[in-house]
């Protein structure tokens, strides 16, 4: 498996190589096989596989990459922790520089697991946050979409110095954000922010915009800010 393996990602000719298909599937195959080697120089064959993979020139397979991504990171940090943030978090810094929309979206739905992963193992999140801050203010509504599906775990992956210093403006930002889908996506986890940043600054930042929401052109918007409302009057204390 790791010959194949080695001769789908380097095919020994130069024709082979517009033939790209073959090393779309090959990340879920390393993902698979990593789990069950023991022997360390075959791990580590495949983990530089894998990073070659990230430089395709075919955006396909690193599509196919951030597809699988995050279980490739599970198995790893289940292995060695502290290699995720030696040899994967770069993954992930060069994907986020990707020059295709489609693979700037796939690895910006990835942070949030990802990051989860490597604080579980100890490591250092303050790449991932730069990311995802990152992702908060990006040109496409579609990246910005993908980190707003992850909204509410954030306050739960990074500190709240992190939290406070590099993801508030971008946070409150996406939540006027000019594309409707986003908004409506951040609005159900936006509450999950309030412990962390404290009521009086939630208030100030947040409820402004709120207001403003209330009277909102998508009724979807409206539809999750009343329900948003209703879950947080719910679960205050009496």
Not at 41 to 69: G, M, N, P, Q
Not at 92 to 109: Q, W
Not at 154 to 171: A, H, R, Y
């Amino acid at each position: 498996w790791l010959n194949l393996a080695s001769n789908i990602i380097s095919p020994p000719n130069d024709e082979e190589k517009d033939v790209f298909y073959p090393r779309c599937a090959i990340p879920s195959v390393i993902s698979s096989l990593y789990a069950v080697l023991s022997d360390e120089t075959d791990k580590e064959t495949l983990r530089a596989s894998y990073s070659a993979l990230v430089r395709d020139d075919f955006s396909i397979v690193r599509r196919a990459v951030c597809s699988s991504l995050v279980d490739f990171a599970a198995k790893v940090a289940a292995d060695k922790p502290a290699m995720i943030d030696q040899e994967l978090t770069p993954l992930f810094e060069k994907l986020a520089k990707d020059d295709n929309e489609v693979v700037l979206v796939m690895v910006a739905e990835c942070y949030a697991p990802y990051a989860n992963l490597l604080r579980q193992a100890g490591g250092s999140l303050d790449r991932m946050v730069t990311l995802v801050r990152d992702a908060l203010v990006h040109r496409s509504w579609r990246v910005r979409l993908a980190v707003a599906e992850n909204m509410a775990r954030l306050p739960s992956i990074f500190s709240p110095d992190q939290i406070k210093t590099e993801l508030m403006n971008g946070v409150f930002g996406v939540l006027r954000d000019i594309e409707a889908d986003v908004r409506q996506l951040v609005v159900p986890g936006i509450t999950s922010f309030i412990d962390v940043v404290g009521a009086q600054t939630f208030a100030t930042e947040a409820m402004p915009t709120f207001h403003l929401l209330t009277e909102d052109a998508c009724v979807q918007v409206r539809k999750e800010l009343a329900k948003a409302a209703y879950s947080d009057v719910t679960m205050a204390p009496a």
